[in-house]
Structure formats: structure tokens, C-alpha cells
Nanobody, 122 residues
Framework: QLQLVESGGGLVQPGGSLRLSCAAS????????IGWFRQAPGKEREGVSC????????NYADSVKGRFTISRDNAKNTVYLQMNSLKPEDTAVYYC???????????????WGQGTQVTVSS
């Protein structure tokens, strides 16, 4: 069974950091591009970052540039999202997704994780 599992979410104070992980099971991740998306209550899902299958290409939403870093460790079948200088507006459920091409559009992905909650609050 093909599955993506996110972890690493939690409650953090403004200015703090979290590292999200997206682990794959049932398939080899290195042939897939990975996207990170988030959805806050009452808002549409938005693309946060994406990385090509072998990590040569990355992209970020303007709202997270300079604060978030996407990376992948294909040997561990895992993709990471390092989030620094977190702001309250980063609060959302974060999802990872796998697909053929790195894109910030959710329709470009075939497999999705269940999401992990990130809450930035003092």
C-alpha cells in the first residue's frame, strides 16, 4: 500500500523552529517530486514548497522564502521541511504529496499524507 506519513508538527512559539518529515512506505520516493502544502481553518490549501525527484530543483511560496527549507534524503525515503522564524500565520495543517513533477499546484500530485498540525502561538 502506497502511503505518505507526515510527522514533526506541534505547538511552537513565534520565532521558533520545527522540522517536518514526510516518510514514504510501499514505494520508492526518489522517483517522485514532493510538495508541501498547508491549509489553515477557513482557507484554501496552498503550496508551501516543492522539490524535484533528485533534489535539483526547489521552489517556495513567497510567504516562506528565506524561512523554510525543503530537502530530501532518498536513502531514508524521506523529505523534510525545515521551518524557522515561524509566525502565527504559519499555523495550519501541513501535508506532503508525491507526484511526477515538482509544482506548487495541488492537482499535480497523486499521493497525499494525512497531515500534521503546526500551531504557532505564544
Amino acid at each position: 500500500q502506497l502511503q505518505l506519513v507526515e510527522s514533526g508538527g506541534g505547538l511552537v512559539q513565534p520565532g521558533g523552529s520545527l522540522r517536518l518529515s514526510c516518510a514514504a512506505s510501499g514505494f520508492i520516493l526518489d522517483s517522485y517530486a514532493i510538495g508541501w502544502f498547508r491549509q489553515a481553518p477557513g482557507k484554501e490549501r496552498e503550496g508551501v514548497s516543492c522539490i524535484s525527484s533528485y533534489g535539483g530543483t526547489t521552489n517556495y511560496a513567497d510567504s516562506v522564502k528565506g524561512r523554510f527549507t525543503i530537502s530530501r534524503d532518498n536513502a531514508k525515503n524521506t523529505v523534510y521541511l525545515q521551518m524557522n522564524s515561524l509566525k502565527p500565520e504559519d499555523t495550519a495543517v501541513y501535508y506532503c504529496a508525491a507526484g511526477p513533477v515538482a509544482t506548487m499546484r495541488s492537482m499535480g500530485y497523486d499521493y497525499w499524507g494525512q497531515g500534521t498540525q503546526v500551531t504557532v502561538s505564544s
